[in-house]
């Protein structure tokens, strides 16, 4: 079975400090994993995925299959960057997108 | 582009009601998904669909009913509604190609009192 667990429901973190959002999957198959972003009154879309090893918006994550995680890291944090992150994972070759249970990032100015 | 667009965006219901929510995309993606947002749990994924004609179970599909009698279009019944399914509801769609992005809605609010 797929699981997607985030462990943190709030983060909280003073603007130029380095954050990381903690994420955490089981699939018995190869993975395929994504962050997406939900900015306030904003749709949820993508943020980056593991395949594209890009960064966006100064974020970064890098699949590590030995740990199962998939975290998502930023050197320094922007007030902008406020907003509810969820982690998620989908199977290759499968048809559904399961999604954690999201952190909701706070940047304190 | 109206991209994936949710009809309606809030409703009120009582308990026992029935509704359906309407999810359209313009992007002739072959995938649909409707998911639920509750506060500490995340998106759950209650139906989905891979083409016209198809429909499949997620996590969360008890009390839901859902069609997709067009590509364009994935739809979620709600045939008797429960205080339980007072929830933030998001329809997305996407290609069926690996490590595709999938579109999401703009979200519906039901509360069923």
């Known amino acids: 079975a797929q699981r997607v667990t985030q462990p943190e429901k709030l983060l909280s973190v003073f603007k130029g400090a380095p954050v990381e959002l903690k994420c955490n999957y089981s699939?018995?198959?190869?993975?395929?994993l994504f962050w997406y972003v939900q900015y306030s009154r904003q749709r949820l879309q993508l943020l980056l995925r593991h395949i594209s090893r890009e960064s966006i918006k100064g974020f970064t994550a890098d699949l590590n299959k030995g740990e199962t995680s998939f975290h998502l890291k930023k050197p320094f944090a922007q007030e902008e960057d406020s907003a509810m992150y969820y982690c998620?994972?989908?199977?290759?070759?499968?048809?559904?997108?399961?999604f954690g249970t999201g952190t909701r990032l706070t940047v304190i100015p | 582009n109206a991209g994936v667009t949710q009809t309606p965006k809030f409703r009120v219901l009582k308990t026992g009601q029935s509704m359906t929510l309407l999810c359209a995309q313009d992007?002739?993606?072959?995938?649909m998904y409707w998911y639920r947002q509750d506060p500490g749990m995340g998106l759950r994924l209650i139906h989905y669909s891979v083409g016209e004609g198809t429909t499949a179970k997620g996590e969360v599909p008890d009390g839901y009913n859902v069609s997709r009698l067009k590509k364009q279009n994935f739809l979620l019944g709600l045939e008797s509604a429960a205080p339980s399914q007072t929830s933030v509801y998001f329809c997305?769609?996407?290609?069926?190609?690996?490590?595709?992005?999938?579109?999401f809605g703009q979200g519906t609010r039901l509360t069923v009192v």
């Open positions: 992007m002739n993606h072959e995938y």
């Open positions: 997305a769609s996407s290609r069926p190609r690996t490590n595709t992005e999938a579109f």
């Open positions: 998620a994972l989908s199977g290759t070759g499968a048809n559904n997108l399961f």
């Open positions: 699939y018995s198959g190869s993975p395929e």
